[in-house]
């Protein structure tokens, strides 16, 4: 039996006989000849049928073809497959909701993702999703380069990691615990081990509201590292994970419209308010501002990506490291890709006294793990975590995080 090749394989095989298999994408038919879509993991390939030499198949009908692969311009990748052999390995029981062959799902979002099975198959969705995979190995990828252990921290824990009014809560064997809001704390603590650790995996966040850049369990990609000065060395490995990040996905998936320079632009966070026209007691930027700030960057510095610097202490995380020379102000960044938070990232307070005088005596006993790390101690740290769907989202210009999850989980969505 010949073994088997994929269809974008088949432009190096031209004048032998092949052996394809995949699903019927589409199928046309003429007086005398049809045409066959095939489509696999690697593309779609025509498949010209003799009148009568095959039925008429069903969209997603499982097939194996074997014919010889001919060049010719006018078909899908340059090359098609001729005097075939059609065998069904697999019939469907039912139509497709949609037309996977349209080059849009012609549905409303609810219908996509309540159909999730067969809607991810066609080509825009799919390669939504080959870019998120791109943009993860890349992520890991660069950091491994850069001396970072890989990680995986427990997703049931006993307290809450940033407060405990956005959290899932779950009976463990008869005691309360939460569904992790993220590796924070176990990342901090892996510093005083591997020095420079990152993780991938699935947060949760309970919040009860229903917009297109949220979601209750979302990927979260998460870097630590140790020995900083400050959080200006946070910002430079985010810079050099993101091109690794579009680096990764032009070579595997396809160019894509992103370009990271080699020092992107900064501004303080009281800057950035008086840029925006927003008070300056403003305690955290909104949605507009984001926007207005992502359109500055973009006409003033022709960068797509923008860092914003000091947020107050008052609206960031406990363990956050204040300015040297304003405390009230925070040594920690957001990063807005085209207008929107992709990234929020600081340094970590690193000595066990700040520790104590930031935190009362109840939550020192709920975070006692945590704070021994602190009590034997830890170097200047920092790190930053990057949401993987809301960066594919940005990537692929969909306008709603939904899009581009596999099976995305929010306030009112537990299937498929």
């Given at each position: 039996?010949?073994?088997?090749?994929?269809?974008?394989?088949?432009?190096?095989?031209?004048?032998?006989?092949?052996?394809?298999?995949?699903?019927?994408?589409?199928?046309?038919?003429?007086?005398?000849?049809?045409?066959?879509?095939?489509?696999?993991?690697?593309?779609?390939?025509?498949?010209?049928?003799?009148?009568?030499?095959?039925?008429?198949?069903?969209?997603?009908?499982?097939?194996?073809?074997?014919?010889?692969?001919?060049?010719?311009?006018?078909?899908?990748?340059?090359?098609?497959?001729?005097?075939?052999?059609?065998?069904?390995?697999?019939?469907?029981?039912?139509?497709?909701?949609?037309?996977?062959?349209?080059?849009?799902?012609?549905?409303?979002?609810?219908?996509?993702?309540?159909?999730?099975?067969?809607?991810?198959?066609?080509?825009?969705?799919?390669?939504?999703?080959?870019?998120?995979?791109?943009?993860?190995?890349?992520?890991?990828?660069?950091?491994?380069?850069?001396?970072f252990t890989e990680i995986q921290t427990p997703k049931v824990v006993g307290a809450a990691t940033e407060s405990g009014a956005n959290v899932f809560t779950l009976d463990w064997f008869g005691?309360?615990?939460?569904?992790?809001?993220?590796?924070?704390?176990?990342?901090?603590?892996?510093?005083?081990?591997?020095?420079?650790?990152?993780?991938?995996?699935?947060?949760?966040?309970?919040?009860?509201?229903?917009?297109?850049?949220?979601?209750?369990?979302?990927?979260?990609?998460?870097?630590?590292?140790?020995?900083?000065?400050?959080?200006?060395?946070?910002?430079?490995?985010?810079?050099?994970?993101?091109?690794?990040?579009?680096?990764?996905?032009?070579?595997?998936?396809?160019?894509?419209?992103?370009?990271?320079?080699?020092?992107?632009?900064?501004?303080?966070?009281?800057?950035?308010?008086?840029?925006?026209?927003?008070?300056?007691?403003?305690?955290?930027?909104?949605?507009?501002?984001?926007?207005?700030?992502?359109?500055?960057?973009?006409?003033?510095?022709?960068?797509?990506?923008?860092?914003?610097?000091?947020?107050?202490?008052?609206?960031?995380?406990?363990?956050?490291?204040?300015?040297?020379?304003?405390?009230?102000?925070?040594?920690?960044?957001?990063?807005?890709?085209?207008?929107?938070?992709?990234?929020?990232?600081?340094?970590?307070?690193?000595?066990?006294?700040?520790?104590?005088?930031?935190?009362?005596?109840?939550?020192?006993?709920?975070?006692?793990?945590?704070?021994?790390?602190?009590?034997?101690?830890?170097?200047?740290?920092?790190?930053?975590a990057i949401g993987l769907e809301r960066w594919t989202a940005r990537v692929t210009g969909a306008a709603n995080v939904r899009e581009v999850a596999l099976f995305p989980r929010d306030r009112t969505r537990l299937s498929?």
């Open positions: 039996m010949e073994a088997r090749v994929l269809t974008a394989e088949l432009g190096a095989h031209a004048d032998r006989r092949v052996r394809l298999q995949g699903w019927v994408h589409h199928q046309r038919h003429l007086s005398k000849v049809s045409f066959l879509l095939l489509r696999d993991r690697s593309g779609i390939a025509q498949v010209v049928v003799g009148d009568g030499s095959t039925t008429r198949l069903q969209p997603e009908t499982v097939v194996t073809v074997e014919g010889t692969a001919v060049l010719a311009e006018q078909a899908p990748g340059g090359v098609e497959v001729h005097d075939p052999t059609v065998t069904v390995v697999s019939t469907p029981t039912s139509v497709p909701p949609f037309e996977l062959r349209r080059p849009t799902i012609d549905a409303q979002l609810p219908t996509i993702l309540d159909h999730a099975a067969v809607a991810l198959r066609h080509p825009t969705l799919r390669r939504a999703a080959q870019i998120s995979a791109a943009s993860m190995a890349g992520f890991r990828a660069t950091l491994d380069g850069l001396g005691r309360p615990a939460y569904l992790a809001q993220s590796p924070q704390l176990y990342k901090q603590v892996m510093v005083g081990v591997f020095e420079r650790v990152y993780e991938v995996g699935p947060v949760f966040r309970a919040e009860p509201h229903d917009t297109v850049r949220h979601l209750a369990e979302y990927v979260s990609m998460d870097v630590e590292l140790g020995f900083i000065d400050d959080h200006r060395d946070v910002e430079r490995v985010l810079r050099d994970v993101l091109a690794g990040m579009v680096a990764t996905v032009e070579e595997r998936v396809a160019p894509i419209d992103v370009r990271v320079p080699d020092e992107i632009p900064r501004l303080h966070f009281t800057d950035a308010l008086r840029l925006v026209g927003a008070p300056d007691d403003e305690p955290d930027l909104a949605p507009a501002h984001e926007r207005a700030l992502g359109a500055w960057a973009r006409t003033e510095h022709d960068s797509d990506f923008v860092f914003v610097e000091g947020y107050p202490m008052a609206k960031r995380p406990f363990y956050t490291h204040p300015e040297p020379g304003s405390p009230a102000h925070s040594n920690s960044f957001d990063l807005l890709f085209r207008g929107l938070e992709l990234v929020t990232g600081g340094q970590r307070l690193h000595r066990f006294e700040d520790y104590e005088h930031v935190l009362d005596e109840q939550t020192q006993h709920a975070l006692a793990g945590y704070l021994d790390a602190f009590r034997h101690g830890m170097p200047p740290h920092g790190g930053f498929p």
